[in-house]
Each structure stands twice: as structure tokens, then as C-alpha cells.
């Protein structure tokens, strides 16, 4: 029984010695289209599963409208460009690129120097699940930190945040690659969503404050609560990227360092 698991390990590790070795060798599209499979098959929601989701969205969306009051334009932008990308309505199914095409793959970044696969692998979503929760979380997100921020700031913010973590995300995969011996994030992975600058925005968010906060049942300081959520999705949800919410942690750190924000100049500008 051990010897037969054993060499079921082994096999295993062959293959993915020899799958990595296909994409350094020049078979990366296959590659690539392989990873988005799996991607896709992370959550398999019926019909109306998918379609309660997508109500959900709205539902929440109506629900925030009333507060808006015309101040957080850059917010509702955010998520109606998410919104059409993903659906693909008409002319952009043709317009757009595949998700294969877009995924933030730090191999082909580096090795392409394709640099659009940072910011369009941001707009990007393995099924209705994925959308709709990180769709969410930018609509809370994003209307607090416009509101207390203006609309010019907050933008300025999303898109030096959505360049700084995935560019993290290339860096520490070419480091895990380079340094430990560990070429899986760099070859294999093919990450899509706003989930790194999402985690971001929750560091601005609660870098100073005082409070607990609920992060998925379980009460935490709010100022660590990008790193419980962190823990927390990736125990609970396979498939996620790891490198991408911690790539999307230290690019919130990042920015309040090389910004020189208190957070005081966030929340109460002049």
C-alpha cells in the first residue's frame, strides 16, 4: 500500500516536472489553456446558482445607489468596465481578448515583456462566483474610499495599486523561481480578477483603524484584516491564488510607504 502510494507520488511529481519543462521549452499556450481549464472548473454552480448570483449583485448594487449621490463615479466605472468584460456583449466578444489571452501568466510578462496582462488580467473571471464576489467587495470598498477620498485620488489610488501588485505578483514568482527552486507560479499560473487590488484597498482602508472588524464570521482589528481573510480564503476556497492577495497586501503597504500616508490625509482631506 505505501510502496503503491509512493510511486503515485512520484509519477506525480514526474509529470509535473515534465509539464513545467513543456512551458520552458516553448508549449505555452497549451500550457496556458490547461491552467484556465482548471481555473474554470474551480467552482461548477448550476444555472441557478449562477443566475442568484448575479441577482445578488444587483440586488446590492440597487441597495448602494441611493447613497451614492452622483460622488463616486469612478467606483460605478470600475464595475460596469468589470461588468462588460465579463459579459461580452455584441462586438466586444469579438473586440476583446480570450481569458487565456489577458491571465497575468508572469512567464509570458517576462519573457514576452507583455506588460497588458497586468492591467487586463484584472477585469477578468473564472465563472459567475468569482465576478460577483469581487464585485461586491469593490462596491463596499471602493464607495467608502471615494467618498472619503474624491473621485481623482481613489482613481489614482486603483490603478497604481492595480500596476504595484501585479507586478509583485511577477516578481515573487520569478524569486520563488530563481531563489527556491519552485517554478510553478512562474510557468503555471494564470491569474485573473481584482482580488489583488481588492486586498490592497483593504489595507488603505483599515490601516489605522481602531476597530474589530467581521471577517467571514471570525472578529479581527481591522488593521489585520487583509491577513485573516488571507489565511481564511485560502484554507476555504481551492484554487485561489495565493501569490495574487498576498502580492495585493504588500502593494497597500507599498503605496501608504512611498505615499507617506497617516491615513489621517486619506479619510479627512483638505
Not at 241 to 261: D, E, M, P, Q, V
Request: charged content about 15%.
Amino acid at each position: 500500500m505505501n510502496e503503491s502510494h509512493g510511486r503515485a507520488v512520484r509519477e506525480a511529481e514526474q509529470r509535473s516536472i515534465s509539464d513545467e519543462r513543456n512551458i520552458i521549452n516553448g508549449n505555452r499556450g497549451r500550457e496556458e489553456e490547461g491552467s484556465v481549464r482548471d481555473q474554470r472548473n474551480i467552482i461548477n454552480g448550476n444555472p441557478k446558482i449562477k443566475m442568484w448570483m448575479l441577482y445578488l449583485l444587483a440586488v446590492n448594487a440597487v441597495s448602494e445607489f441611493p447613497q451614492l449621490d452622483g460622488k463616486t463615479p469612478v467606483t460605478v466605472g470600475l464595475i460596469a468596465a468589470n461588468t462588460l468584460v465579463y459579459m461580452r456583449p455584441g462586438v466586444l466578444d469579438d473586440l476583446l481578448p480570450s481569458l487565456s489571452e489577458a491571465c497575468l501568466q508572469p512567464y509570458l510578462v517576462i519573457q514576452d515583456w507583455d506588460l497588458t496582462r497586468i492591467f487586463l488580467s484584472a477585469f477578468y473571471y473564472v465563472d459567475e462566483s468569482h465576478f460577483v464576489y469581487n464585485m461586491l467587495s469593490l462596491l463596499w470598498k471602493g464607495v467608502q474610499l471615494e467618498r472619503m477620498m474624491g473621485s481623482t485620488e481613489f482613481a489614482s489610488m486603483v490603478a497604481v495599486l492595480l500596476g504595484l501588485s501585479h507586478g509583485i505578483v511577477v516578481v515573487l514568482a520569478k524569486v520563488l523561481e530563481t531563489f527556491f527552486g519552485y517554478p510553478y507560479p512562474l510557468t503555471s499560473d494564470c491569474v485573473v480578477g481584482f482580488s489583488s487590488v481588492l486586498f490592497a484597498l483593504k489595507v488603505v482602508l483599515n490601516y489605522n483603524s481602531p476597530n474589530l472588524t467581521n471577517v467571514h464570521g471570525i472578529y479581527v482589528p481591522a488593521r489585520y484584516a487583509a491577513w485573516a481573510e488571507l489565511q481564511l480564503v485560502q484554507m476555504f476556497v481551492p484554487g485561489v491564488s495565493f501569490l495574487g492577495h498576498l502580492s495585493g497586501i504588500l502593494a497597500g503597504y507599498l503605496y501608504l510607504r512611498l505615499r507617506g500616508f497617516s491615513l489621517a490625509a486619506i479619510f479627512c482631506p483638505k
